[in-house]
């Protein structure tokens, strides 16, 4: 699982209290171990920043290796290094028109077109694995 984390309008104001922060930490963490992949949090503002450092100390080693954190400073293009920019919006250096983030006909097509990409990739790969099955078959 991967998470891309935009904070852009986080703020004290709108931050969840550090207790709420700590049962989510624990629920992750204890009842769904080592499914995150990646996070990355996005426009990190220095609240955050505050909040993270209150409650890092809680966080488990293999899972503080997984969190990336991209300040407002960086510049977008710095997304492409973890994500493919024609699934993220245009607002983050991406491709996909953000009039289109909550359009569920344009999701669902961008969905769709994805999914047989990757049963395309998928069925070349089993096709491969074939080839080389039944030549290792005929050398025996």
Known sequence: MTWLLDLEEYSRKNSPPIRMALQTLHILQNHFPERLGLAVCYQTPF?????????????????????????????????????????????????????????????????????????????????ELTSIRNKAAGAE
């Open 47 to 127: 609240v955050f920043e505050w909040m993270w450092r209150a409650v890092k100390a809680f966080v488990d080693v293999n899972t503080k290796k997984k969190l990336v954190f991209l300040h407002a400073r960086d510049p977008p293009e710095i997304l492409r290094e973890y994500f493919n920019p024609e699934h993220l919006d245009d607002s983050m250096g991406g491709k996909v028109p953000i009039d289109d983030a909550w359009n569920t006909e344009a999701y669902g097509k961008r969905m769709s077109a994805l999914d047989f990409d990757v049963d395309t990739a998928l069925m070349g790969a089993d096709l």
